[in-house]
C-alpha cells in the first residue's frame, strides 16, 4: 500500500470520526433542548431559542461538512496537477478502488473505469472537478464560524448559568 493511498484511507477515517463527533454533540443539542423545552418553570428562556440556532448551525455545518469531503483531495489534485498528482502515483488496483467508490457515493454511471484511471481529462469530466466550488476552502471558513458560534453560545449559556442558576419565574 502506497503513502498516498494510505492518506486516502486516513481522510476516509478522519471523515468518519468528524461525523461521530458532530451528531454526538447535534444529540446531546438536542437532549438538552428537550430537556428545557418540559421543564414548566423554563419555557419563556432565550435559552431554547439559543439551543434551537446552535442546532441549525449544527446542521449547516454538517452539509459542509459533507460537501468539503464529497471528492476526495487525490482527485481534486488532479484538476490543477493534471497527470503530476499524487493519484497517478497509485497503483491501478488502488486506483480503480478510489474511482469505483466514488462514482457509486456520486449515483455516477460506471463507465470504462481502466480508461478514466490513466487519464486526467477524462477524471475531470467524468466528476466534473472543473464545476466545482472550492468547498474545502468554503468548509474552513464555515468551522470557524461554527466554532465562533459553539463558543458564544456555550459562554453565554456558562454566563446565564453563573447568573441566574437558570431560574425563571
Given amino acids: 500500500m502506497t503513502p498516498t493511498f494510505q492518506s486516502y484511507l486516513d481522510e476516509k477515517k478522519k471523515i468518519k470520526r468528524l461525523n461521530a463527533i458532530r451528531l454526538y454533540f447535534y444529540f446531546l443539542l438536542l437532549a438538552v433542548f428537550f430537556y428545557f423545552l418540559f421543564s414548566v418553570s423554563y419555557m419563556a428562556s432565550p435559552v431554547i431559542v439559543l439551543f434551537n440556532y446552535l442546532a441549525v448551525c449544527t446542521s449547516i455545518f454538517g452539509i459542509l461538512q459533507y460537501k468539503m469531503y464529497e471528492i476526495p483531495r487525490l482527485l481534486l489534485e488532479v484538476q490543477t496537477k493534471g497527470k503530476e498528482a499524487n493519484f497517478f502515483l497509485l497503483s491501478e488496483t488502488e486506483r480503480l478502488q478510489i474511482l469505483s467508490a466514488l462514482s457509486d457515493s ?17 477524471i475531470i469530466q ?12 468554503i468548509g474552513l471558513y464555515g468551522f470557524y464560524l461554527y466554532a465562533f458560534a459553539i463558543s458564544s453560545g456555550i459562554f453565554y449559556l456558562v454566563y446565564e448559568y453563573c447568573q441566574t442558576g437558570f431560574d425563571r419565574y
Fill in 106 to 122: 456520486l449515483n455516477l454511471e460506471r463507465k470504462d473505469m481502466a480508461l478514466l484511471a490513466h487519464d486526467p481529462e477524462e
Fill in 126 to 137: 467524468h466528476f466534473q472537478l472543473h464545476l466545482r466550488k472550492p468547498w474545502y476552502k
